[in-house]
């Protein structure tokens, strides 16, 4: 099935610092989707993308759909400690399910 | 909008019972769920998608007679773990969505541990 390549697995950075992460496929997506997970919880939709090349923004927090409709970015700008935790990228796999990234893990030193 | 209510959060059982995860959705009706399992820094596995009034689909190597899947309405679906065993011990986390592609919506997960 298809499969999403996440990197950095990890990150470790300090407050105010800028944040960038993608997301990679070798099949086609028409969706991405990106989710932060605190520990203990369950994911939370961030920013979904629907549309090659398409730039959304949410807060501090900006992903983009690629071109080639392969990869996703997600930025964060003057990170702050609420900001750790981990991040995954995900798509639509056939109709109804989802697959996930590894997950890039954030942590930021104060 | 769009609130999935999962419950316990937290649950520890002895080896050989059965537990039962409860995944509702409060706002919403959701004819499919999800169940993911999730091991220590790792990612989100999915183990079945949960169909009201129908069985459940299973990935592969889940086996369905341990984590047996009811969706009885429209807005519950319960994940039961029988004959639980130490390696069972994860995070399960549900999941549902009412427009599909739209963003699924996740409970806030389970965390079982057999002892």
């Known amino acids: 099935g298809q499969q999403l390549n996440q990197s950095p697995q990890s990150m470790f950075i300090q407050e105010g610092e800028d944040v960038s992460m993608n997301c990679t496929s070798s099949?086609?997506?028409?969706?991405w989707l990106w989710y932060k997970q605190d520990p203990g919880e369950g994911p939370v939709l961030l920013i979904a993308?629907?549309?090659?090349?398409e730039l959304t923004s949410n807060g501090r927090l900006t992903a983009q759909f690629g071109i080639t409709r392969k990869d996703s970015f997600l930025n964060i700008s003057a990170s702050i400690p609420s900001d750790v935790g981990i991040y995954f990228c995900?798509?639509?796999?056939?109709?109804?399910?989802?697959?996930f990234g590894q997950g890039t893990r954030l942590t930021i030193n104060p | 909008g769009a609130v999935v209510s999962q419950h316990p959060s937290r649950v520890i059982c002895k080896s050989g019972t059965s537990v039962k995860i409860e995944c509702r959705s409060l706002?919403?009706?959701?004819?499919?769920m999800f169940w993911y399992r999730q091991f220590p820094k790792q990612s989100l596995m999915l183990m079945a998608t949960?169909?009201?009034?129908?069985?459940?689909?299973?990935e592969q190597g889940v086996e369905k007679d341990k984590f047996l899947i009811n969706h009885a309405s429209l807005t519950l679906s319960t994940l039961t773990v029988t004959s639980a065993h130490p390696e069972d011990s994860s995070f399960y986390i549900c999941?549902?969505?009412?427009?599909?592609?739209?963003?699924?919506?996740f409970g806030s997960g389970t965390r079982l541990t057999v002892v």
């Open positions: 999941s549902a969505s009412r427009r599909l592609l739209r963003g699924y919506t």
């Open positions: 099949s086609i997506f028409n969706t």
């Open positions: 993308l629907y549309k090659a090349g």
């Open positions: 995900a798509g639509p796999q056939g109709a109804q399910k989802l697959v």
């Open positions: 706002d919403f009706q959701a004819t499919t």
């Open positions: 949960s169909n009201e009034g129908s069985k459940a689909t299973y």
